[in-house]
């Protein structure tokens, strides 16, 4: 058994991998450790966390709530798609996501899944329109989808004294004493690490800034340090999971220790935004098949890409859903405004990233007296899709990228033309030939709104998003009414300009 010291503490407790938890498990467990209640976690449709409290004083109690769940109102948890006279829903645990709860002790904590009233998966909740997306994909391909997400925030404290000031866009793998929140992140990567199982790394990113400026009392004037967790690999619905436990966690976390965590779009004029990018891997029995024999990507890579560049202009809707993610779409940036693919070029919006397909043992190469290591290396070449940012709905974004992969997957000469259409070299913005040739990005949440709208058919084919989700979404975005925003800004006096864009940052602090 794995015994670690980040391992899942309940994995280490039971004695037995978290996919074969079992009720009576749970039973010993509330029974042996002094449990007091159980809790229930489950994905609205803000994207967010919401929780159920549910207090054990007996077994018979505890077996009842961990066979058949609970029920909730479903017409306040997606007010607007479940008619109030048909309101309540199931949410019933998922057992391997089980884990104990850092901020609450005496508490077994769950994600749940929501069940209709005759026990079948609610179509229209965000988990299970991933869930069926994912069904679809393996039912029509054969074949399994990775993703893994790269998550940036940022961390806002209030500056005892300004020592060791770090550098306006330098903070790249930057440490202490530079950064001041290494702490703080070590017990982010301890809980997400436990309860998720699959964290890659943790590293301080571009942004900071030395003092917030903003009319919002709650970062006014704060210091604020941006961030990124990288997660491991896991299959798409696995990952939205951890994605929005760990924003959950991330935010829990600074709120004990008095520090604002955000992972809002953009915070400040000339400073990175927070993206949210997105790696997928295809593999086929278990094994990674993105990649050729000698190293060159594959045809299923080739067509996972072919499908992204057919969804791309409204994957958006799901994947920037506030005005300030198109204040961070601008050009020649690390964030793409054109469909495009490249090899490590940051300015495309999907990236193929090295993935050590032609290179083995590099070790060596640094430790000459390390001997050769024989055992075989799994491939880790991925793809990745840079367009997502803070704003994004998590469940809604990952299934719309499993559409796309299925779409491509499924469509192998339209989808491989696509790519070999699309795939560019070097800076595109210095190629005004080239950029003429590649389709626009949405520039506003209106105009991703209309895309969705006009395309909704890539979604609600198979019966996958249904017609009340993509109604929501586009309405969702056509609240934000900025058109013409950044024509607007960019006509307004440079102080007034600054204020304005400010507060179209800093409204949705915490959208998502």
């Not at 626009?440 to 709104?449: F, H, K, R």
Request: aromatic residues 8%; glycine residues 6%; hydrophobic residues 40%.
């Amino acid at each position: 058994m794995n015994t670690f010291a980040l391992s899942n503490p309940l994995e280490r407790i039971l004695d037995k991998p978290r996919d074969t938890f079992v009720r009576d498990d749970f039973i010993k467990l509330v029974r042996d450790m002094d449990i007091e209640r159980i809790t229930f976690h489950y994905t609205g449709l803000d994207g967010k966390l919401k929780e159920l409290k549910i207090p054990i004083a007996n077994e018979k109690q505890a077996r009842r709530i961990l066979t058949n769940g609970e029920r909730v109102d479903g017409s306040s948890l997606f007010k607007g798609m479940v008619d109030v006279a048909l309101s309540d829903l199931y949410v019933v645990p998922s057992y391997k996501t089980a884990f104990l709860n850092p901020f609450d002790n005496g508490s077994l904590d769950f994600v749940c899944r929501y069940l209709t009233a005759d026990g079948q998966r609610a179509p229209f909740t965000l988990d299970n329109v991933l869930h069926n997306a994912y069904d679809l994909f393996k039912e029509r391909t054969g074949l399994e989808l990775y993703a893994l997400g790269e998550l940036e925030f940022f961390l806002m404290d209030v500056p005892e004294a300004n020592i060791f000031p770090a550098m306006k866009q330098k903070g790249y793998h930057a440490g202490a004493p530079f950064v001041k929140t290494g702490q703080l992140m070590n017990e982010i990567l301890k809980y997400v690490t436990q309860m998720t199982g699959a964290v890659k790394y943790a590293h301080s990113e571009v942004g900071y800034i030395e003092s917030v400026g903003s009319d919002l009392d709650e970062i006014k004037g704060r210091r604020a340090e941006q961030m990124e967790v990288e997660f491991l690999p896991t299959p798409i619905d696995e990952a939205a999971d951890n994605l929005v436990l760990a924003r959950w966690l991330i935010r829990n976390i600074a709120y004990r220790h008095g520090y604002v965590a955000t992972f809002a779009p953009k915070i400040e004029e000339g400073v990175a935004g927070n993206g949210y990018h997105v790696h997928m891997e295809v593999r086929k029995d278990g094994k990674n098949v993105m990649t050729q024999d000698d190293g060159s990507l594959s045809k299923y890579a080739k067509m996972v890409i072919g499908g992204l560049t057919q969804y791309a202009e409204s994957l958006t809707a799901f994947g920037n859903t506030t005005s300030a993610a198109y204040l961070r779409l601008v050009p020649n940036q690390e964030a793409p405004t054109r469909v495009c693919w490249s090899d490590q070029n940051r300015s495309a919006m999907i990236r193929v990233p090295l993935g050590w397909n032609k290179v083995k043992n590099l070790i060596q190469a640094v430790n000459p007296q390390q001997p050769e290591i024989k055992e075989e290396i799994e491939k880790l070449q991925t793809v990745e899709l840079r367009t997502p940012d803070g704003s994004a709905i998590t469940h809604l974004m990952l299934a719309g990228i499993t559409m796309a992969a299925e779409w491509g997957l499924t469509h192998e000469e339209e989808a491989l033309a696509m790519a070999e259409k699309y795939y560019v070299t070097g800076n595109i913005f210095k190629d005004k030939a080239l950029l003429k040739t590649l389709p626009a990005l949405p520039a506003s949440c209106v105009a991703s709104a209309k895309l969705i709208r006009s395309k909704r058919k890539l979604y609600e084919r198979d019966d996958i998003f249904p017609q009340s989700i993509i109604d929501y979404v586009a309405g969702l975005l056509e609240k934000e009414q900025d058109k013409n925003m950044n024509q607007y800004l960019a006509d307004l006096p440079a102080d007034d300009r600054l204020h304005k864009t400010r507060a179209i940052m800093h409204k949705d602090l915490h959208r998502h």
